[in-house]
T-cell receptor, first 113, second 115 residues
Framework: GAGVSQSPSNKVTEKGKDVELRCDPI?????LYWYRQSLGQGLEFLIY????????KSGLPSDRFSAERTGGSVSTLTIQRTQQEDSAVYLC???????????FGPGTRLTVT | AQSVTQLGSHVSVSEGALVLLRCNYS??????LFWYVQYPNQGLQLLLK??????LVKGINGFEAEFKKSETSFHLTKPSAHMSDAAEYFC?????????????FGAGTQVVVTP
């Protein structure tokens, strides 16, 4: 595909359930970023991958949040025991090289009921 | 530490009028600066960026921004607004090449264009 894709586009889950959000970056982009966009907090950095390793996890809000990346490509963000405050749009972005343009996906809208 | 402040959460502008969106940053080192636009239900799209060199940066869709170090500002302008400019605009900074993609965003400015 030409751009960053994310799935699902919308997810409604009950409080306490686990969810997995998927990001497919642009082919050849070695860096991958997860952000969260919420009404109260705006756009926040969550985690950064370079290849399959995550040198910066500083934005993950709690240990209920984790992420992995396999094959230097697809990444999955997992939220365990979801809470209502996890409701937000989760955005993924990928980058080929430092200094280049960071391309964002359309996001996954997560609603925790 | 760094922070980004966008003045005005909502801006209304008439079609054909000047668009001016204000962004101020605080940083202990020279930052890299970005403006992104977000249309409804879409991801963010880069409008323009400042890294080094010329302080007046031209971007897509007729937008430009000027880096003013003395004022710690990076305001976004467009001489003549179009209806298609209605969107939310975000100013962002990153500090180093190593953390190039780790952006800190402002709160965003929603632009409404009236006929």
């Amino acid at each position: 595909g030409a751009g960053v894709s994310q799935s699902p586009s919308n997810k409604v889950t009950e409080k306490g359930k686990d969810v997995e959000l998927r990001c497919d970056p642009i082919s050849g982009h070695t860096a991958l970023y997860w952000y969260r966009q919420s009404l109260g907090q705006g756009l926040e950095f969550l985690i950064y991958f370079q290849g399959n390793s995550a040198p910066d996890k500083s934005g993950l809000p709690s240990d209920r949040f984790s992420a992995e990346r396999t094959g230097g490509s697809v990444s999955t963000l997992t939220i365990q025991r979801t809470q209502q405050e996890d409701s937000a749009v989760y955005l993924c972005a990928s980058l080929r090289d430092p200094g280049g343009e960071q391309y964002f996906g359309p996001g996954t809208r997560l609603t925790v009921t | 530490a760094q922070s980004v402040t966008q003045l005005g959460s909502h801006v209304s502008v008439s079609e054909g009028a000047l668009v001016l969106l204000r962004c101020n940053y605080s940083s202990s080192v020279p930052p890299y600066l970005f403006w992104y636009v977000q249309y409804p239900n879409q991801g963010l799209q880069l409008l323009l960026k400042y890294t080094t060199g010329a302080t007046l940066v031209k971007g897509i869709n007729g937008f430009e921004a000027e880096f003013k170090k003395s004022e710690t500002s990076f305001h976004l302008t467009k001489p003549s607004a179009h209806m298609s400019d209605a969107a939310e605009y975000f100013c962002a900074v990153s500090l180093t090449t190593d953390s190039w993609g780790k952006l800190q965003f402002g709160a965003g400015t929603q632009v409404v264009v009236t006929p």
